[in-house]
């Protein structure tokens, strides 16, 4: 398990979420379900009626584009989720 | 000195001064959508002297609009934006220029647009659009300030090619389904003047040769927690639009864009300059009602009371009733009008494509 910070938009997270939390996973899948299980995010608006991560949602590791979720973390880890906005 | 009297209260900011002004008043900007973003980044642009400004806008003014759309008034509703901001920039500010275009974006005509400009703004609503801004930013060397914004939300970021990540790096593959609208979920003012202000910093820094904040990192604005986030961000190494970005330059046909029931775009075959008078004559020929020529436009009312504003560079905005708007041959109807006006004298290339 490693120990990542993770960066949550506030229109991802649960009203009391803070944006910057440490979490321990293994890898992105596992990160996004403690997420999920701890009330930290709404799964629906992570996931689309298919389960699949919501295509407007990036996820980045250490300022990098990464949405395999089975990318492994390490230690000291960056994970950032940033919805691409087109609004104008 | 006469010309910078009316920049007194900037030109003494250390980062600026003359020399900096100087480098504003000839500095050339292109502002590519004129809405919620677009008004307070205008009017900034224009307030601090920037010497040329293109205003790209493909659509006309809404009531809907006006809450958040600082350059419009309720008697401009029916209008192109792109035409009344520059008649309303030109009497904020008369020392500068401004030329409106008032038409949609595309890969054929990206590279005429932004040529020649030391920067460009993007604040459109649609992802598809940005891509094309981005990449041909990308092909010309033209710095490019990515900013958007919905619900309480705001992003801001700095592309410099060939040096930092691009759009598509950091948001590759998407549609504008893919996508929240802020007709749909709304968007509360406030956080559009922040990142338009943030925008113009980057856009007056780039101009004045100083470093942009905000290349390759990423600022995220959260207006309801008043937060301010930074990523870093990387430039990928597959990203498709930094390794090519070439666009086509070449496009025969007419296309038509349904933007939702009762409106739809038609966007003509590259390079037109009409003769709007000649136009003008077309229509009264042909009968049309409560006909109004502009310098860049001519807007008039055709069948069943359909409104038709109709740029000199031939892009179309139509508006029909939507009782209508479930009947297929309304749009052939439209379509046909808009062919007959604009190209009887002219053999049109191709047959008509529809989206």
Redesign the interface.
Known sequence: MAKVEVFLPALLRKDKAKSKIIVEASNLKELIDWLGRNGIVDNDKLFDSNGMLRKLINVFINGKLQNDLNAVLNDGDEVSFILAVAGG | MQDFKRYARQIVLCGIDFEGQAKLMKAKVALI?L????SPVAYQLAGMGIGHIRLIDRDIVSLSDLNRQYLYNPSNVGEFKAEVAAARLSEFNPEIEIVPYPLAVTEFNIEDLIKGCDVVL??????AA?YIVNRACLKLGIPYIY?????????VFTVIPNKTACLE????????E?????SNVG?NPPILSLVAGIQVSEATKIIMKKEPQLANR?L?L?L??L?F?F????Q?EDCSACRNPELHSENKHIHIFEESKGIFYIYPPSKIDLDLSKIENELRYEGMENIIRTKYSVRFKALEGALFNISKYGFAVVRYDVKNSGKENMKDLYLSIYEKILFKERKLEGAAAKL
Do not use: H, W, Y
């Open positions: 959508g809405g919620g973003l677009g993007d604040t459109t609503d649609s992802i940005r900013g958007a914004g919905i619900e309480n939300n705001g992003l790096c950091l948001f590759p593959g998407l549609k504008d893919d996508l929240p609208k802020c968007v990423i995220i959260d309801q927690n937060s986030d990523m870093d961000v990387k990928r």
